[in-house]
């Protein structure tokens, strides 16, 4: 069972930070216990650390919300991995700090990379066909787009649809159908061209 640890920080001198030359070794024991499975020591491992521990991920993610969450993400951590520390590497704290530092930076990597998966997204391609064709769809009646895409060939209709109907990129249309990108575009292209003489003809 994993223990609850409080969801912010508590404002108090960590063991380890002032002159006592056992504070170090009172660590050691509060996670030699938490690793046998005794919350209490844990609960005071939490309350002696989490100040230093929460700073550290502030520094990093800048936001106290996302640095209290990463913080107890961490000490779940503290309490799945303590039977795991090794003394002879280093002290508890500078092991828990060291942790921390690595979470956070974990986190603000991932919202960069979700940043940048969501800028790729909503960037369209704005290209002067795909322009004309949305001029296309907005300004004609259906029955007349009907009979305009019915002059294509299948495959100039099927991009065309999936581009202009279906709100597809010309990325999306090539993996959609099965072929290179310079095709996608060299079709849509074409269709385009189609129209668009269809519906000159007409106004003629």
Not at 163 to 189: F, M, N, Q
Request: glycine share 6%.
């Amino acid at each position: 069972m994993v223990p609850r640890v409080q969801p912010a920080p508590r404002e108090r001198e960590p063991l380890g930070a002032g002159s006592g030359d056992d504070e170090p070794t009172e660590l050691a024991d509060l996670l030699r216990r938490s690793a046998r499975g005794d919350q209490q020591s844990f609960a005071q491992l939490y309350d002696s650390t989490s100040a230093r521990v929460f700073g550290v991920v502030l520094r990093v993610v800048r936001d106290r919300a996302q640095a209290a969450e990463v913080t107890q993400d961490c000490y779940l951590q503290v309490w799945q991995q303590s039977a795991r520390f090794d003394a002879a590497r280093g002290s508890v704290l500078a092991w828990m700090l060291t942790l921390a530092h690595r979470r956070a930076v974990d986190r603000v990597r991932s919202a960069q990379a979700a940043g940048a998966r969501d800028a790729h997204y909503a960037v369209r391609e704005p290209t002067q066909e795909r322009d004309v064709g949305e001029a296309v769809v907005d300004t004609l009646d259906a029955e007349r787009v009907r009979r305009a895409l019915a002059t294509l060939t299948t495959i100039q209709r099927e991009a065309i649809e999936l581009a202009y109907l279906g709100g597809y990129t010309h990325t999306e249309v090539a993996g959609l159908l099965d072929i290179p990108l310079g095709t996608a575009k060299t079709r849509l292209r074409d269709g385009l061209i189609r129209l668009r003489d269809q519906f000159e003809g007409e106004t003629r």
